[in-house]
């Protein structure tokens, strides 16, 4: 059975940084593609970030380009997503998600940016 | 980017009758190797995004056989046959052809 596991969330100020963590079992997780995907509170659900099971290609949306990164230890099983310079519209629920067509999600880690 | 346009947003229904959502993208979601990648998913209340549609018209393993969906190039559909107590939630398209990965808006279905 496919598991995600998301942490790392908390509430942060603007301009600040955190680092979620998806902790994954349950399938290969080097031959997957991972990304991460966000809701704001009462929104809908905007892609975030992807990355090839291969480590060759990495995907931003344009509103956090420059500002976060992706990234995975394949031998930890585990996705990253590090985030900076963190806006007030960053605050959403993240979700760890497989595969390029979103097949299974974790339950999620809230993420405020607030003063 | 490609923008997928849910309707209706809100979709009151009876316990037992259909539903129809409809999804349609500002682009042909075909991709090179002869594929569509347009995706469905459910959101029940305080609970985690679950896809039930995948590429079209699959459905997704311990999916229900009253959800299809159906469609081609740019206008998508997706089917509750018989609307039961426990579709309630909201209903997201998605397309995972272009990058980025794109959702339709959410149809919230409700019961009457």
């Known amino acids: 059975e496919v598991q995600l596991l998301e942490s790392g969330g908390g509430l942060v100020q603007p301009g600040g940084s955190l680092r979620l963590s998806c902790a994954a079992s349950?399938?290969?997780?080097?031959?997957?593609?991972m990304s991460w995907v966000r809701q704001a509170p009462g929104k809908g659900l905007e892609w975030v970030s992807g990355?090839?099971?291969?480590?060759?290609?990495?995907f931003y949306v344009d509103s956090v380009k420059g500002r976060f990164t992706i990234s995975r230890d394949n031998s930890m099983n585990t996705l990253y997503l590090q985030m900076n310079s963190l806006r007030a519209e960053d605050t959403a629920v993240y979700y760890c998600?497989?595969?390029?067509?979103?097949?299974?999600w974790g339950q999620g880690t809230l993420v405020t940016v607030s003063s | 980017d490609v923008v997928m346009t849910q309707s209706p947003l809100s979709l009151p229904v009876t316990l037992g009758q259909p539903a129809s959502i409809s999804c349609r993208s500002s682009?042909?979601?075909?991709?090179?190797?002869?594929?569509?990648?347009l995706n469905w998913f459910q959101q029940r209340p305080g609970q985690s995004p679950r896809r039930l549609i995948y590429?079209?018209?699959n459905r997704d393993s311990g999916v229900p056989d009253r959800f299809s969906g159906s469609g081609s190039g740019t206008d998508f559909t997706l089917i509750i046959s018989r609307v039961e107590a426990e579709d309630v939630g909201v209903y997201y398209c998605?397309?995972?052809?272009?990058?980025?990965?794109?959702f339709g808006q959410g149809t919230k279905v409700e019961i009457k």
């Open positions: 998600v497989k595969d390029w067509q979103a097949g299974d």
């Open positions: 349950g399938f290969t997780f080097s031959y997957s593609t």
């Open positions: 998605m397309q995972g052809t272009h990058w980025p990965r794109t």
């Open positions: 990355f090839s099971g291969n480590g060759l290609s990495t």
């Open positions: 682009q042909s979601l075909v991709y090179s190797d002869g594929n569509t990648y």
């Open positions: 590429k079209v018209s």
